[in-house]
T-cell receptor, first 116, second 114 residues
């Protein structure tokens, strides 16, 4: 079974702190993703990495950066946390198949981040 | 751009009732369509998918048919159980490499009462 793990289930940080969220997958997937999930807004893509050292901005990249130095690990960085970044953060991975986008994404359990 | 619209919840049903959650999409080209489910306290997991028109995805008693003529992918189950209580997300994807994109609907909360 594919396993996607996230470093913390719950995290509380103060405004202005630098925050690292880590995600690791064990199935040698090329693609990895970071989403945030907010009530009434569904999932929104923050950043996407289609391979090691490759990254693409998603729909809401402002205030975030990412790092993908190894294939299995994809980190989300909040350079200076703000209260409007309080949210559930979900990581996912995927093995791309062809050009139709038909393969599924596998999700981690999520990190609930509270910024006070 | 591409978008997914699904019926707003919450949806509350009694056990053994019939479930339909509507999903329609707007997209150019030939997307793949998915239903993901999120149980309380967990991440999302794939429920079913369809990659071309008229395909039917099915899993755990749930079904959805890819209807290109109506741009729809409605989720159905004939008899729901309390354990089906969760948030359901409709999604579409297309493209490859750096052009790949997955677009989600906003989710529908389903509560099934005994």
């Amino acid at each position: 079974d594919v396993k996607v793990t996230q470093s913390s289930r719950y995290l509380v940080k103060r405004t202005g702190e630098k925050v690292f969220l880590e995600c690791v997958q064990d199935m040698d997937h090329e693609n990895m993703f970071w989403y945030r999930q907010d009530p009434g807004l569904g999932l929104r893509l923050i950043y996407f990495s289609y391979d090691v050292k490759m990254k693409e901005k998603g729909d809401i990249p402002e205030g975030y950066s990412v790092s993908r130095e190894k294939k299995e690990r994809f980190s989300l960085i909040l350079e200076s946390a703000s209260t409007n970044q309080t949210s559930m953060y979900l990581c996912a991975s995927r093995r791309p198949t062809g050009t139709s986008g038909g393969s599924e994404q596998y999700f981690g359990p999520g990190t609930r981040l509270t910024v006070t | 751009g591409d978008s997914v619209t699904q019926m707003e919840g919450p949806v509350t049903l009694s056990e053994e009732a019939f479930l339909t959650i509507n999903c329609t999409y707007t997209a150019t080209g030939y997307p793949s369509l998915f239903w993901y489910v999120q149980y309380p306290g967990e991440g999302l997991q794939l429920l079913l998918k369809a990659t071309k028109a008229d395909d039917k995805g099915s899993n755990k008693g749930f079904e959805a048919t890819y209807r290109k003529e109506t741009t729809s992918f409605h989720l159905e189950k004939g008899s729901v159980q309390v354990s089906d209580s969760a948030v359901y997300f409709c999604a579409l994807s297309k493209g490859g490499g750096s052009n790949y994109k997955l677009t989600f609907g906003k989710g529908t909360l389903l509560t099934v009462n005994p």
